[in-house]
Structure formats: C-alpha cells, structure tokens
C-alpha cells in the first residue's frame, strides 16, 4: 500500500467497506430488471418460488407440450411451483397475465406473439414488482417491452437459412404456410426466407386450429399451380398434413418445416419430410424458468439484458435424424 501507516483503516473499516461494496454490485446487476423491480434476489430462503409461464399456444398442440415439459424441469430442479397457462387468442394471454398478477406470483414468463396486445399486462406486472422475461415469440419487442431477458430462436435469421437451404436444394416456387394472422415469429420466417430464397415465394394463410382446413387450402393451391415445387409449414403438425395435401393433389411439391416432434422426426427419417428447423422449445422453456429463479437467488440476468439467448436455429435432416430420434421419444425434442 501507498498509503502512510497513520492513515490505514482498521480491520473493522475494511471489512464495513467490502461488504459495502459487495451490496452495491448487486444493487447495480438487479437494477438490470428494469426500474419498476424491486423484488431483487433477496427473495432466497423466504418460501418455495412461484412463477407463472403463460403462452399463447393452441389446444392441442404438441409443440407447446415440449415448451411445458422444459418448464416443469426446470422448476422441479429448482423446487418452483410452476403454473402454466395459454390462450391462443391475444386477450384471453393478456387476462392469463393479469390473473397470474392478481396471484402475486415471484416471476413470469411470457410469448410475445402479439406484442402489442402484451406490452399493457407486462408493464402491469413490472409495476407490480414482479420479474418477467419473454421467450419463443417476439425476439424484436421484448427490450422495448422492458424485459430483461429472451429465450428463443431469431425467426428471421431461420427463415434466411431455409431460403438458402432450398437454394440448394434447387427448388424454384416455394410456399411458406402461416398458420397463425398477425403471429411476428411466422411472418419473420417466411419474411427472412423470401430475403434469401432466389425462387419465387408467397404467404399462404390457413387457420391453424382447423386441421382439416388446412389439407384442403393446401390441396387446392398445389392443385391450382403445379410450379410449386415446395411447401415450407410453421409447425411440425401443418408439415405431415402439407405431405398429405400433396399427395391428394397429385403434386410433385416437397415439404420442409420450422420446428419438429417425435412424428416429424419419423418423417424426416423416411424421407417424407426433407428437412426441420428445431429452435428447441424444451430449452426455451427451462432456460426461462431456471432465469427466473436464478434471478432471485443469486442475480443473474441471462445475456446481461442486452442480448438474446438463441436457442435455434439448428437444422434436421435425414443425415442427423438418428441422433434427434433417441431424445424425441422421450419427448424432449
């Protein structure tokens, strides 16, 4: 030390000073959460954590199951009390967010599909005191939303990877299938993928939660322009009808997709589907939850608030299906 003899701190100082200083670099990294936070990650060791997870999936889809089963890992690893609620219509999500904060829950988790229909029930919640991070949807809105952290796929950036994919695969006219109006993550993909894609590209819209629909409006566009060589869906389930729609219409179209499950798996491996794009939804759920309760008990913010934590994209093809198979059956993938 530089410092004359007579001006050194007592031992008692010093350890005042650190431990100061200590409490000041925490302050400083839960300040992260935003302003309206003030749950900190004092919250250790007072009761078992609760956190919501809301999304906006559709009854019955296998994929927001993979998304469940990451959570529910995730907070029993961690001893959370997890609930899970979803509503595909954007005010029945925002009400769902509303009701997990009349609940008083220690954290939530949210898709930010529509994030306009979700920026009034999140501001609501940070009001609130109550941390949120976002995941699977809305990777371009959740720092203007004021969340501290995002957990998925960059949507556009996949969509760019399957233009050049089908580049490739030297297809000429391709169909991007969007199951779901006004959903940002879908129109990002087909968006990206239109960036990259040299052939010619067009959105066809579908309802989603009417499968039997969806054969027919696929069926009839292969039926209506034979050029189309390719069917590119937004969900493992819209692929295996896609194979079947061009069946039906006597259509020598291919199909790929975004995103994947144990029965796409199997198609990728007999060669029905030629290639999924996996963002990994199990991780997306359990890096949310396990964010939230490592938040509150040590601090942390997963990528410092300023970046995302990508979970995809990572592509499925019939070269690495083997691999994929092994951990779908569990139900993981």
């Known amino acids: 030390m530089n410092a004359p003899p007579a001006l050194l701190p007592s031992g008692r100082s010093v350890r005042l000073a650190a431990l100061a200083a200590a409490v000041g670099l925490l302050l400083t990294g839960c300040s992260a959460l935003g302003p309206d936070d003030d749950s900190g990650a004092d919250g250790a060791g007072a009761g078992r954590m609760r956190v919501a997870l809301v999304t906006h999936g559709g009854e019955g889809d296998a994929f927001w199951d993979l998304v469940r089963e990451g959570a529910e890992a995730a907070a029993a690893k961690d001893g959370i009390d997890l609930t899970y609620a979803s509503d595909a219509d954007q005010a029945g999500q ?76 030297e297809a000429k ?20 993928m239109k960036k990259t894609f040299g052939g010619q590209t067009e959105n066809l819209y579908v ?4 499968m039997e629909a969806v054969s027919g409006i696929v069926t009839a566009r292969l039926r209506q322009d034979p050029t189309i060589d390719e069917v590119v869906t937004n969900g493992a389930q819209y692929a295996l009808t896609a194979v079947e729609a061009a069946e039906k219409a006597d259509s020598g179209a291919r199909v790929a997709t975004f995103d ?34 490592l938040y509150r008990t040590n601090g942390n913010v997963s990528g410092g608030g300023v970046a995302p934590v990508l979970t995809g994209p990572a592509f499925v093809t019939k070269a690495n299906v083997a691999r994929v198979a092994r951990v779908a059956a569990r139900g993981t993938r």
Not at 175 to 192: I, W
Not at 276 to 287: K, S
Request: proline fraction near 4%.
């Open 94 to 169: 925002a009400e769902l967010v509303r009701d997990a904060i009349r609940d008083e829950v220690d954290g939530l988790a949210v898709t930010l599909a529509k994030p306009q229909a979700m920026k009034g029930p999140v501001g609501e919640a940070r009001a609130a005191g109550i941390p949120v991070v976002g995941l699977n949807s809305g990777i371009d809105a959740w720092k203007p939303a004021g969340l501290p952290a995002y957990f998925g796929q960059d949507d556009g950036l996949a969509g760019r990877a399957v233009g050049d994919k089908l580049n490739a695969l």
């Open 173 to 192: 006219h391709a169909l991007c299938v969007v199951h779901e109006r006004g959903n940002v993550a879908l129109e990002a993909r087909c968006a990206g």
């Open 207 to 210: 309802d989603g939660t009417d």
């Open 260 to 293: 994947l499950n144990e029965e796409l798996v199997a198609a990728v491996r007999d060669g029905d589907v030629q290639f999924a794009v996996d963002q990994q939804p199990y991780l997306q759920g359990y890096l949310a939850v396990d964010a939230l309760w």
